[in-house]
């Protein structure tokens, strides 16, 4: 089983431009969530979806939208990319809210320019 | 918000040596995670611990959720165990994790 894959791993955005992160698990979890690590604040939650059709805010969720068309799939967008964020972004499921076990995909490294 | 405190911040082993790492926390929480981020970034799910001992191999956890702490034990310990551990817990009625600052660990040969 492939888990939780995050398409794409690197990409490069000059400020203002848009682009769409991808993550699917075949793991048929329910919960699924967005972080952003950057050095010094550690892992922050952007948004999360706790089943097919629904999106919660997180703690940083500004900036960002997401939406949840699939149970597998969960979408990160980014309408007017800012240099402020530059970071690493995981994609992560589990199977029970919070409370589950979460897995996390392999990062996807976007830097805005 | 749940405050998530992990020490020592740094650490530097020998291979063989064993070590432990603390993570304490400011609130109940419903349950407590553990994690290891490799040198590649890669985050690896350890041990789900909201109370007790679990042990996997030469790493084992415990979580004394009454006391709000809970400590990573890894013996024995080898150069692929290097990276950063992160601690998570969830309070209860809420929904998300707070992840501490981590536990960035080098073992050298």
């Known amino acids: 089983n492939a888990g939780v894959t995050q398409t794409p791993k690197f990409r490069v955005l000059k400020t203002g431009q848009s682009m769409t992160l991808l993550c699917a698990q075949d793991m048929n979890h329910e919960y699924m969530y967005w972080y952003r690590q950057d050095p010094g604040l550690g892992l922050r939650l952007i948004h999360y979806?706790?089943?097919?059709?629904?999106?919660a805010k997180g703690e940083v969720p500004d900036g960002y939208n997401v939406s949840r068309l699939k149970k597998q799939n969960f979408l990160l967008g980014l309408e007017s990319a800012a240099p402020s964020q530059t970071s690493v972004y995981f994609c992560a499921s589990s199977s029970h809210q919070v409370t589950g076990e979460l897995f996390f995909g392999e990062g996807s490294r976007l830097t805005v320019l | 918000g749940i405050q998530v405190e992990q020490s020592p911040p740094d650490l530097i082993l020998q291979e063989g040596a064993n070590s432990t790492l603390r993570c304490n926390f400011s609130d109940s929480v419903n349950n407590l995670q553990w994690f290891h981020q490799n040198p590649w970034g890669q985050l690896i799910n350890l041990f789900y611990?909201?109370?007790g001992t679990k042990q996997n191999g030469r790493l084992s956890a415990t979580t004394v959720a009454t006391e709000r702490y809970s400590l990573l034990y890894i013996s024995s310990s080898q150069t692929t165990d290097s990276g950063v551990y992160f601690c998570?817990?969830?309070?209860?009625?809420?929904?998300?994790?707070?992840f501490g600052k981590g536990n960035q660990v080098v073992v050298i040969p």
């Open positions: 998570a817990v969830d309070r209860r009625g809420n929904n998300r994790l707070a």
């Open positions: 611990i909201p109370s």
């Open positions: 979806s706790v089943g097919e059709g629904t999106t």
